[in-house]
């Protein structure tokens, strides 16, 4: 029997001889017998949950590497929500972020002289950088 439930679609199974098979008391307590309920994608959601904790290493050096420019963002720049609204502008706000944290780490590699003698080299006549 398919129902829903918060928007999700799980399928009931029901035992209909749990008077006759001799194991009701050690299978459930409830009058009707025993009744499980499984949401349709639990299935791919049990082999995901399995597939985490088989790799947790891999899950430790994602989030040294992945997540260090989020922390960065939310804790050196204090931004921790979206100040405009609409899926273009938070795009738009999200590129601007990615971009000043991007120009920040090639400071902190390059230096600022050699980043901008970079600049300077590869855009002599778009853009005209301080020299020093």
Same mark, same amino acid.
């Given at each position: 029997? %398919?129902?829903?439930?918060?928007?999700?679609?799980?399928?009931?199974?029901?035992?209909?001889?749990?008077?006759?098979? @001799?194991?009701? $008391? %050690?299978?459930?307590?409830?009058?009707? @017998?025993?009744?499980?309920?499984?949401f349709?994608?639990?299935?791919?959601?049990?082999?995901?949950? %399995?597939?985490?904790?088989?790799?947790?290493?891999?899950?430790?050096?994602? @989030? +040294?590497?992945? %997540?260090?420019?989020?922390?960065?963002?939310?804790?050196?720049?204090?931004?921790?929500y /979206?100040?405009?609204?609409?899926?273009? $502008?938070? *795009?738009?706000?999200?590129? /601007?972020? +990615? =971009?000043?944290? *991007?120009?920040?780490?090639?400071? *902190?590699?390059?230096?600022?002289?050699? =980043?901008?003698? =970079? /600049?300077?080299?590869?855009?002599p $006549?778009?853009?005209?950088? /301080?020299?020093?």
């Amino acid at each position: 029997m %398919e129902r829903k439930e918060q928007r999700k679609n799980y399928r009931r199974y029901v035992c209909k001889d749990y008077m006759d098979c @001799g194991n009701k $008391s %050690e299978c459930t307590s409830a009058k009707a @017998g025993r009744i499980i309920a499984r949401f349709e994608d639990e299935e791919f959601i049990d082999k995901v949950h %399995e597939n985490t904790i088989k790799k947790k290493d891999l899950y430790k050096l994602r @989030g +040294s590497i992945v %997540e260090h420019p989020f922390g960065t963002i939310k804790k050196s720049f204090g931004y921790t929500y /979206f100040l405009t609204r609409g899926l273009n $502008s938070v *795009n738009a706000e999200a590129g /601007f972020i +990615s =971009l000043a944290y *991007n120009l920040k780490r090639l400071i *902190n590699i390059m230096g600022v002289r050699d =980043l901008v003698r =970079l /600049f300077n080299q590869v855009l002599p $006549s778009k853009i005209a950088f /301080f020299y020093f």
